[in-house]
């Protein structure tokens, strides 16, 4: 059975694996997780950036807001390598 619950983060969605009379066992992932996934995109245009989008872009790292970069391996001081965000290769981010 799968429910929605509220996280800090927003909706959770939680599966119960087992439930007696003393616990229950939850799974937390998404119903996604460890599932291969494959997207089919057509890049329909590339722009360069405007002038507001350049200091946000900039001031996130990759992507990850500051809370969430000690969590997913981005910013300073991360284990990711010289590549920052979780990127031992230097090539992207590595949060999720």
Request: glycine fraction near 20%.
């Given at each position: 059975m799968?429910?929605?619950a509220?996280?800090?983060?927003?909706?959770?969605?939680?599966?119960v694996l087992s439930?007696?009379q003393?616990q229950?066992?939850v799974?937390l992932n998404?119903?996604?997780?460890?599932k291969?996934?494959?997207f089919?995109?057509?890049?329909?245009e590339v722009?360069?950036?405007?002038?507001?989008?350049i200091?946000?872009?900039?001031a996130s790292?990759?992507?990850?807001?500051?809370q969430e970069q000690?969590a997913c391996?981005?910013g300073?001081?991360s284990?990711?390598?010289?590549?920052?965000c979780?990127?031992?290769?230097?090539g992207?981010?590595?949060?999720?």
């Amino acid at each position: 059975m799968q429910f929605h619950a509220r996280g800090p983060r927003g909706p959770v969605a939680l599966t119960v694996l087992s439930a007696d009379q003393e616990q229950v066992n939850v799974d937390l992932n998404h119903p996604l997780a460890g599932k291969n996934l494959t997207f089919d995109v057509t890049v329909r245009e590339v722009r360069e950036p405007l002038a507001h989008e350049i200091p946000a872009a900039a001031a996130s790292g990759c992507g990850c807001g500051p809370q969430e970069q000690s969590a997913c391996g981005c910013g300073p001081g991360s284990s990711g390598g010289s590549g920052g965000c979780g990127s031992s290769s230097g090539g992207g981010c590595g949060c999720g």
